[in-house]
Nanobody, 123 residues
Framework: QEQLVESGGGLVQAGGSLGLSCAAS????????MGWYRQAPGKQRELVAT???????NYADSVKGRFTISRDNAKNTVYLQMKSLKAEDTAVYYC?????????????????WGQGTQVTVSS
């Protein structure tokens, strides 16, 4: 079974930096897009950043210039480097990936989510 495992969350002071990583495992043929989403208490899950296999990136306006997404295709891993963190960045961060398993017919993509990792920014 394909799965995403996140690491790197924690507590940081406002203005600080934190890095997240997410590794995909399983019977993977390829991964198209990977990304990070977040959900704060009482709010809907929202996009933070995505990156394609070719390296094209997309960011939420609220994190542009502060967060950087990257990926290592050989390791099936996506990273999120966060700097100049604000209290409003506090949320559970979820990794997301669109994976084509080796058993997929017609190169069908399946969407997978990580278990989430807590990021807390103290002001």
């Amino acid at each position: 079974q394909e799965q995403l495992v996140e690491s790197g969350g924690g507590l940081v002071q406002a203005g600080g930096s934190l890095g997240l990583s997410c590794a995909a495992s399983g019977r993977i043929f390829s991964i198209t897009s990977m990304g990070w989403y977040r959900q704060a208490p009482g709010k809907q899950r929202e996009l933070v950043a995505t990156i394609t296999s070719g390296g094209n990136t997309n960011y939420a306006d609220s994190v542009k210039g502060r967060f950087t997404i990257s990926r290592d295709n050989a390791k099936n891993t996506v990273y999120l480097q966060m700097k100049s963190l604000k209290a409003e960045d506090t949320a559970v961060y979820y990794c997301n990936a669109h994976i084509i398993p080796v058993y997929a017919l017609g190169y069908t993509e399946y969407e997978f989510w990580g278990q989430g990792t807590q990021v807390t920014v103290s002001s």
